[in-house]
């Protein structure tokens, strides 16, 4: 069992649809990530949340917008998405830093645009 | 800018033979390497790490070297297993915040 969580597992969604990937640890990590992983590609950074604040913003599209209510909780607002968007959105966090600390991953939302 | 490399995409061993997976990274500022094994429909999981102090790393059936002059590490896993069939990644820091990754390699295990 993996002690990140995320929801929905599967998820279809129009152009138009507005909707939110939710993620939680209670490992007290204090560091989230959100990671975009295409297939047969590695995954790749979009959001780190350290201490509950953004510090890193991939130049990810304004589309995709990160929420951290607290810190074992991290939301990714989904909006006017793109087909090409669609890719497996894994969560993960870690102690503080990467460091001599690993990074702990979700199982993942398999999201598919049509 | 692919940092780490992982130049072969498949790998397949007959049980109970070693496995070795191989990983070649470019920025000399690396000084800590971790592999993530994969699984269909689950997240990557942590499999074991290495600093840069060391050379090699041991944990079990999984030992990891490092060639610091040749920017090279590799996994050795004795003896394998069909359940360790899956997609192992390479890792490292690029700094607190940024773990980059290798493309993955897909082992599998034939019974």
């Known amino acids: 069992d993996t002690e990140v969580t995320q929801t929905p597992k599967h998820l279809v969604m129009g152009m138009t649809n507005k909707k939110s990937l939710k993620c939680e640890q209670h490992?007290?990590?204090?560091?989230m990530y959100w990671y975009k992983q295409k297939a047969k590609k590695p995954p790749e950074l979009m959001f780190v949340?350290?201490?509950?604040?953004?510090?890193i913003n991939e130049s990810v599209p304004s589309r995709f917008s990160p929420e951290c209510p607290n810190s074992s909780l991290l939301n990714l607002h989904l909006h006017a998405l793109q087909p090409e968007d669609s890719a497996l959105y894994l969560c993960?966090?870690?102690?503080?830093?990467?460091?001599?600390?690993?990074?702990?991953f979700g199982n993942g939302t398999r999201l598919t645009v049509t | 800018d692919q940092q780490v490399k992982q130049n072969s995409p498949s790998l397949s061993v007959q049980e109970g033979r070693i496995s070795i997976l191989n990983c070649d990274y470019t920025?000399?500022?690396?000084?800590?390497f971790l592999w993530y094994k994969k699984y269909p429909a689950e997240g990557p999981t942590f499999l074991i790490s290495?600093?840069?102090?060391?050379d090699k790393n041991e944990d079990g059936r999984f030992t990891v070297f490092l060639n610091k002059s040749a920017k090279h590490l590799s996994l050795h896993i004795v003896p394998s297993q069909p359940g360790d069939s899956a997609v192992y990644f390479c890792?490292?820091?690029?700094?607190?915040?940024?773990?980059?990754f290798g493309a993955g390699t897909r082992l599998t295990v034939k019974p």
């Open positions: 993960a966090s870690s102690q503080q830093g990467l460091y001599n600390s690993p990074l702990h």
């Open positions: 490992m007290g990590h204090r560091a």
């Open positions: 949340y350290s201490y509950e604040k953004l510090s």
């Open positions: 920025n000399s500022m690396f000084d800590y």
């Open positions: 290495i600093s840069s102090i060391k």
């Open positions: 890792a490292a820091p690029y700094n607190n915040n940024d773990m980059r």
